[in-house]
């Protein structure tokens, strides 16, 4: 009888408790964070009241480090130490960032990715990221009373696996769980369409400080599915910016500038841009260290000229985009604007003109994408929500392996959606071959040298054949997660060879652990005792869940000997839970696993035949 | 008590296994199976269910993907009768199409020459409707004469003017550039 004691309702409060859970917005410019609270999303403010952080992060002389206001306004006083927009450099080696001379950093250039020389060191953006999430997630804890379970954190859809691997990264060293990276766009449409109920085929145009996106989407009762998305992760509000800054250097005639005159011109830059989205015309003064004097005047019209060609470089992913979707500017019922640059009025304008309609603004584009988070990640959490959404998001570049002559075969090709698998066959080239050597790319071109490289393994152990007559599978499975695995396997004789691909750029496991130790210096101690807290909690959360689970289907699906087994199996599991041995917690947890692999699989075929039948809820409600 | 062999794609989506197929319910049942199997909706469960969540989300996938290209669809249906479509291999063509596939790729050259994207779009437009033309005779080859070597031969025209496509929807992407 120990099972039903378990699932008595308030024996265990545990996993029906709230799960405190966040979206997080790790912008260019700006980040926030966001919660589901009395079910609704909310974005959480610090103690001045302030909902955004500025992404800047202050290395002080004092040896402590400052994140967001106060260190924005060291970003003219103290350029070199004041990182801004390090999700610039994310993922990115120093040849993919391209012109630096207008930043006042020194560059580090690292093996994979670019690093920053700082007072306090070299710092990896990575690091410069975590700081950022560290705050946030200080503030959400604060306002929410409680340890995060975990964060659902946004990034651009058109970030590769290098980027989005540092952007993991950085969340493990400010110590948060990821529940998932969710594409920037796709939060946003979830915002946007559980606000306002919408149906139908929707863009989201996400013009953010660094990066831009192109989203195309169909909203259908609570179920978003990405048709294709495209974008540049390289263009952004900062390259508007640097276009009036040079503007203001060529007026005023000036010589090269330092660090801190090139970082306050920047800053006047953005004020004069911002100012502009609701005047006619700017003034720009300013004293620079070099005794120079800057007066001007900038209006509208001129900012115009200086953003067409910046504006036009975001319509040619959007033509892509309609185009891999297969729609036509007329099929599209609405375009969503996101991103603090969709603010100006120039941009505002060329999507309407391209669209034919004028877009939706009716949202905070600043918020839009952390709420839209939020909701995900309290249904990731597992809390019970009434919007019963699911998203169908895509794989935003193409996966593919290299074949003979450096040229990439497309396997996967780009916005298929996720999860998804793919299997190709190919062949030995000699006589007697034994190996293949196998390399994982990412990308849409032809030649694997200007595709992003993820991984190389090798397959060995292939029976010696005439050449072309082994018959390699190679297989790809991208889980919802957007994590890649690859598998080849000689049909032949079974020989197999797999890898988990995580993309070389990231920081490697040593290098984490590390940096985790010297941020929060925890002993061998602590990590055991946790580990133990841990496996317990899986193992109180696998019997909650399985338990449940056998008094709704057991007595349909089951024979009363497959249901004793399983009982067996949960019993074994939670008289070892109350002991502390993490092993054979974990050993019987697993066994349990085991034991109810078929059981899960008939639960789901008996759903998936009842929705089917029109007998579900989702139905109902029509 | 192991899990069952995977059903076939049309199964799946209770259609009936034909080229003739109701998009519709297709597209709609696609969203509810997902609904139900989705690793979304697993994320806190145990193991076993969220791997086989992971499975049916995965084959829910690759079964609509299948069954709304009409290529896709009709070499499926042909492997469900044992019939190979031997794209790779079967390169008999008959001349009329060969000549056609001449023309169109030495106006696709000319066009890319001059970076003509009008020209592109208008030209697969043309090749579109052909394949349109192609799709009514499978439609007619597949449920009404189930003549399956007639049908076979048509996949393999298709998936010549399918990749066609494809080249120009690149060539335009690379001139918008």
């Known amino acids: 009888m120990a099972l039903l004691q378990i699932a008595e309702p308030g024996m265990s409060a545990a996993p029906h408790q709230h799960r405190l859970a966040v979206g997080i917005d790790l912008g260019t410019t700006n980040s926030l964070v966001a919660t589901v609270r009395s079910g609704m999303s909310t974005v959480l403010h610090d103690e001045q009241g302030h909902a955004l952080l500025p992404s800047v992060v202050h290395y002080r002389p004092d040896g402590e480090v400052s994140v967001g206001y106060p260190a924005q306004a060291q970003q003219s006083l103290d350029p070199n130490n004041t990182i801004v927009s390090a999700k610039r450099f994310m993922g990115r080696g120093l040849k993919d960032i391209g012109v630096t001379t207008h930043l006042p950093y020194r560059f580090v250039d690292a093996p994979g990715m670019v690093q920053l020389e700082t007072r306090a060191g070299i710092k990896s953006p990575v690091e410069i990221s975590a700081e950022i999430l560290r705050t946030l997630k200080a503030r959400a804890e604060k306002a929410l009373g409680g340890e995060l379970t975990g964060a659902v954190i946004t990034v651009p859809a058109y970030f590769d696996d290098a980027q989005r691997q540092a952007t993991k990264d950085a969340a493990r060293l400010a110590g948060l769980t990821v529940l998932r990276l969710l594409n920037e766009p796709t939060a946003a449409a979830v915002a946007y369409g559980l606000d306002n109920a919408s149906e139908g085929v929707y863009v989201i145009y996400d013009l953010g400080g660094g990066t831009f996106d192109i989203s195309i989407l169909r909203l259908s009762r609570g179920v978003f599915e990405v048709l294709a998305t495209n974008g540049d992760s390289a263009l952004g509000g900062d390259d508007f910016d640097q276009r009036i800054y040079c503007w203001i250097l060529e007026q005023a005639k000036l010589a090269p500038l330092s660090a801190a005159d090139t970082r306050l011109l920047l800053t006047k830059a953005r004020e004069a841009k911002e100012w502009l989205t609701d005047h006619a015309e700017a003034r720009i003064t300013s004293l620079l260290s070099s005794g120079d004097v800057i007066d001007l005047t900038l209006d509208s019209t001129t900012l115009s000229e200086l953003t067409r060609q910046l504006i036009a470089k975001t319509l040619s992913p959007t033509r892509k985009a309609l185009r891999d979707a297969g729609l036509e500017v007329s099929d599209i019922k609405g375009v969503v604007m996101v991103g603090g640059a969709t603010r100006m009025p120039q941009v505002r304008q060329a999507v309407a003109e391209f669209f034919g309609q004028a877009p939706l603004t009716n949202l905070d584009p600043d918020k839009v994408v952390a709420l839209g988070a939020a909701i995900q990640a309290n249904m990731l959490a597992g809390n019970r929500s009434d919007d019963d959404l699911l998203l169908l998001d895509v794989i935003p570049l193409s996966l593919g392996l290299e074949t003979m002559g450096g040229l990439a075969e497309r396997i996967i090709p780009r916005n298929s959606t996720i999860p998804v698998a793919r299997a190709q066959d190919f062949t030995t080239y000699k006589d007697g071959q034994t190996a293949m050597s196998i390399h994982v790319v990412q990308g849409e071109r032809e030649l694997v040298s200007d595709c992003r490289s993820l991984a190389r393994f090798e397959l060995r152990g292939i029976p010696p054949m005439a050449a072309g007559a082994a018959r390699i599978r190679v297989t790809f499975q991208v889980d919802a997660d957007g994590l890649l695995s690859v598998t080849a396997r000689e049909q032949g004789s079974g020989v197999e060879a797999n890898i988990v691909v995580k993309p070389s750029y990231g920081l490697d496991e040593d290098q984490i652990t590390e940096m985790l130790r010297a941020s929060f210096g925890s002993a061998e101690q602590d990590k055991q005792a946790r580990a133990l807290r841990e496996v317990q909690v899986d193992a109180q959360r696998l019997i909650e869940a399985i338990s449940a689970a056998l008094q709704k289907d057991g007595a349909t699906l089951l024979t009363p000997q497959q249901q004793h087994q399983i009982e067996t199996a949960v019993a074994t599991l939670h008289s070892l839970s109350q002991g502390e041995d993490a092993d054979a917690i974990k050993a019987a947890s697993d066994a349990l696993n085991h034991a109810t692999e078929a059981f899960a699989a008939l639960r789901m075929d008996a759903s998936v035949k009842q929705a089917l039948a029109g007998q579900h809820l989702n139905t109902l409600e029509l | ?177």
């Open chain 2, 1 to 177: 008590m192991s899990p069952r062999p995977a059903q076939n794609h049309f199964a799946l989506f209770d259609l009936p296994a034909r080229f003739a197929i109701d998009l519709d319910a297709l597209n709609q049942r696609y969203r509810l199976i997902q609904g139900e199997v989705h690793p979304d909706r697993f994320a806190s469960s145990p193991p076993a269910e969220r791997l086989r969540s992971m499975q049916l989300a995965t084959q829910a996938n690759t079964a609509y993907q299948t069954l709304k290209q009409p290529t896709a669809r009709a070499r499926y249906l042909l492997q469900l009768h044992d019939i190979d479509t031997e794209e790779e291999r079967n390169t008999a063509m008959p001349a009329d199409f060969l000549m056609q596939q001449l023309e169109w790729r030495e106006a696709i050259e000319d066009a890319n020459e001059d970076a003509d994207i009008a020209a592109l779009d208008s030209l697969l437009n043309e090749i579109k409707t052909t394949g349109k033309q192609w799709q009514q005779d499978l439609q007619h080859a597949l449920d009404v004469a189930q003549d399956w070597p007639a049908a076979a031969a048509i996949v393999r025209k298709l998936s010549f003017t399918d990749k066609l496509q494809d080249e120009i929807l690149h060539a335009i992407s690379r001139h918008e550039d």
